[in-house]
């Protein structure tokens, strides 16, 4: 069963780096997955879709201190130089044949 | 510009149904895979279904028998129908683009509410 498992919360302080994982279920390693942000009140925005070798391609407008990296079956964000609204939840998602899969989410509180 | 725009929610009783409505603009609804995602209050996101562009829809086990997707090519719109609706249908329903055939959501419309209860 295709599963993505993300930590609930994380947090970090104003101007500080922070990495969030999500992590592919056993036998879909490989997959690729897209990273969204969402802030209070707000839609899903997505970030990065972004591969099992660790390229990634950003959405329009998404600024460079969003970046994304793989090892194995651990796909990761990392947002760098924090500022006060990317104070928000993250999402893993990704897709197989008849299925979209979303990870449960990492609330991020930014000190 | 690439936008979605959802209507049709509102509070609906249990054993309702209710269509939901997504307009596009800026690109072509029947060329890309189109999805419903939902997102109940103060959880996460949960998928619900998706369109091909050949035609094919595939549904999450939680609402398959009740909801159907669609879209009407001439307005470029997708819908949602959702029949026998259950309180915990209630939640914010989001529609997104795939960016390419079996790739991200890229785009998402800024979703409409709906409220099961009696």
């Known amino acids: 069963q295709l599963v993505l498992t993300q930590s609930p919360s994380a947090s970090a302080s104003l101007g500080a780096s922070v990495k969030l994982t999500c992590t592919l279920s056993?036998?879909?390693?490989?997959?690729?997955i897209a990273w969204h942000q969402q802030q209070p009140e707000k839609g899903p925005r997505y970030l990065m879709n972004?591969?099992?070798?660790?390229?990634?391609n950003k959405g329009d407008g998404i600024p460079d201190r969003f970046s994304g990296s793989s090892s194995g079956a651990e796909r990761y964000l990392t947002i760098s130089s924090l500022q006060s609204d990317d104070e928000a939840d993250y999402y893993c998602?990704?897709?197989?044949?008849?299925?979209?899969?979303f990870g449960g989410g990492t609330k991020l509180t930014v000190l | 510009e690439v936008q979605l725009v959802e209507s049709g929610g509102g509070l609906i009783q249990p054993g309702g149904s209710l269509r939901l409505s997504c307009t596009a603009s800026?690109?072509?609804?029947?060329?890309?895979?189109m999805n419903w995602v939902r997102q109940a209050p103060g959880m996460g996101l949960e998928w619900v279904s998706v369109?091909?562009?050949?035609?094919?829809?595939y549904y999450a086990d939680s609402v398959k028998g009740r909801f159907t997707i669609s879209r009407d090519n001439s307005k470029n719109t997708l819908y949602l129908q959702m029949n026998s609706l259950r309180v915990e249908d209630t939640a914010v329903y989001y529609c997104?683009?795939?960016?390419?055939?079996?790739?991200?959501?890229?785009?998402w419309g800024q979703g409409t509410l709906v409220t099961v209860s009696s």
């Open positions: 056993s036998g879909h390693t490989s997959y690729a």
């Open positions: 998602q990704t897709w197989v044949t008849g299925i979209r899969v």
């Open positions: 972004l591969n099992s070798d660790g390229s990634h």
């Open positions: 800026g690109f072509t609804v029947s060329s890309n895979y």
């Open positions: 369109i091909y562009s050949v035609g094919s829809t």
């Open positions: 997104a683009r795939e960016a390419y055939t079996y790739g991200p959501f890229d785009f």
